[in-house]
C-alpha cells in the first residue's frame, strides 16, 4: 500500500503560480511512475501530467509551456509548478503512482493503482 500526501493548493488571480507537492509513503518511489489530474465541477478527470523514474516528462496540451513536472526521489516527492494560471485551471488536482509503469507512466485513470485526496486549486479571473 502506498499513501500519497498533496499540498500546495490554494487560490490565486490569473496569470499567478502555484506549486503543488505530492509526497509518497514507498520507500521503492525510485522506481514508480507518478502522475497529476485534474477534475474541474461537471467535468470527468482529466490527465495533467506524468513523469516516469528516470525523470522523462508528458504534459498535456493544455498546461504544456505553463506546468512543470519535477521529482526529488530523495524526497519521494513529485512537485507541480504552475505559472501563468487561467480560470479554466480551477480544479481539485489529484496526484497518482503506479508501479507498472514507471518508466512512461500513462495517461488515463487505469494507468494508476494509488491516488492522494485531491487539493484544490482555484484560479480566479
Known amino acids: 500500500q502506498v499513501q500519497l500526501e498533496e499540498s500546495g493548493g490554494g487560490s490565486v488571480q490569473a496569470g499567478g503560480s502555484l506549486r503543488l507537492s505530492c509526497a509518497a509513503s514507498?520507500?521503492?518511489?525510485?522506481?514508480?511512475?507518478m502522475g497529476w489530474f485534474r477534475q474541474a465541477p461537471g467535468k470527468e478527470r482529466e490527465f495533467v501530467a506524468h513523469?516516469?523514474?528516470?525523470?522523462?516528462?508528458n504534459y498535456a496540451d493544455s498546461v504544456k509551456g505553463r506546468f512543470t513536472l519535477s521529482r526529488d526521489n530523495a524526497r519521494n516527492t513529485v512537485y507541480l509548478q504552475m505559472n501563468s494560471l487561467k480560470p479554466a485551471d480551477t480544479a481539485v488536482y489529484y496526484c497518482a503512482i503506479t508501479p507498472r509503469r514507471a518508466e512512461i507512466p500513462g495517461t488515463t485513470d487505469n494507468d494508476y493503482d494509488y491516488w492522494g485526496q485531491g487539493t484544490q486549486v482555484t484560479v480566479s479571473s
Open positions: 513523469v516516469g523514474w528516470s525523470g522523462l516528462t
Open positions: 514507498k520507500r521503492t518511489f525510485t522506481s514508480y511512475g
